[in-house]
């Protein structure tokens, strides 16, 4: 426990000397629980993060029960691939809890019971009043070399070791499962000890968005751009009306790597032209509410299958009080007469899902709000309702302003859910362009 304090006041030097590219990191998060449907591994965003504004790239994720072979054969594949491993949880009293057994095999090392850290157990749980139970000493078990990371929040220290093991240089990290704990605990012992033994790298990123494009179209655009660029990482996600072009590039400073990312991404930014609504990672309704108020312009809404969720995204923007004024969910055939003005006659003659309805609701809303702006939709979101003529997943999307109303008619595939969320992906893309 002393060397261990000893080394908190006095940083150790750099231990990598290779190439700086070659330093990535893995991530262990142990427990049974977390293969279960009802625990998710959350530790593992978090370092990820961290890990990222250290220049450092994370390169594998497992999560792995609570058995020991299993454990130190996923330690020790990790240590042939990582430089830095990270291991989640396992760190408790229990029988199941295995992490420091599994690394010391792993790594060939020895445990040790370290009498510091078991007096300090023995305090804490006095202090509160309590007996410790025996099996509370296996805490104190450290891996030999191991530096002890205090756990201000929980009885279960961390473990921070790092030299030559299979044959390659390493940090190893053993941190409590508790995110709470975790988090403290990392932030406290850890990333300031990484940065000053890890070789200086700068991790940047840009991420475009794009709004209805198919995935396969768009990279099939992009891909002849980003594959020039071997130094920057192109990854395409694909929701439902969008997707995310992510660019990442490490170098040895923030500038060059910034200017590789930037460089790839204003390429592509380029070739899609303005199906590209966000170069900075913005979401489509922050974007839409740029607009309506560069363009002093204002919006009310009427939905029907969208059942709101349009509304409550333009909402989610704080400030979006001042461009948008409202609107009104309008299931019901009734409600689209009495609170959108669409005539009981046009709903008899072409059905409530109908082109003419959604201009009618844009125009009657727009018109009952007093908006420079106004969006209609109307559909059928499933999973019943629908008609050879009218099948699920057909929505028209309406958008009147004083230059006309424009209706667009699609035909969306996938689950209520998913059609909602393209229905109202597509309408805010329609104002988006409307307002450009």
Known sequence: ????????????????????????????????????????????????EQLNLLGVEVVHKSVVGDDLKRLSATAEHALFRSAVVIFTGGLGPTEDDLTREAVAAA???????????????????????????????????????????PNPNGTAPGQWICGTFLGGQHIVILLPGPPHELRALFESECRDRLRTQLPP???????????????????????PIYKRYSEVRTTILAGAGEIELHFKSRAPSMDAAQARVDEVADAVEEELDDAVYSRNGEALEQIVGYWLQMRNATLAVAESCTGGLLAERITQVGGSSRYFLGGAVVYSNALKTELAGVPTDMIHRHGAVSREVAAALAEGIRYRCEATHGIGIT???????????????????ALASDGGTEVVERNFVGDRKRIRRFASTLALDMLRKELM
Do not use: C
Request: avoid cysteine; charge should be positive; proline fraction near 6%.
């Open 107 to 149: 790594l060939g090392v020895g445990l040790h019971r370290d009498e510091a850290v078991l007096s300090g157990l023995a305090q804490r749980f006095a202090a509160r009043g309590w007996k410790m139970s025996p099996n509370n000493a296996k805490q104190a078990d450290v891996l030999e070399g191991a530096t002890v990371l």
């Open 201 to 223: 790298a700068f991790i940047a990123t840009r991420v475009l968005k794009v709004a209805m494009l198919g995935e396969s179209f768009v990279d099939a655009r992009v891909s």
């Open 1 to 48: 426990m002393t060397v261990g304090l000893t080394l908190l006041r006095i940083p150790a030097p750099p231990l990598f000397s290779f190439t700086l590219l070659a330093v990535n990191a893995e991530i262990i998060a142990v427990g049974s629980e977390l293969l279960t449907p009802f625990r998710a591994d959350t530790n593992s965003l978090y370092l990820t």
């Open 379 to 397: 559909g059928i979101a499933g999973p019943s309702g629908g008609t050879p003529q009218k099948p699920v997943g057909l929505v028209f999307h």
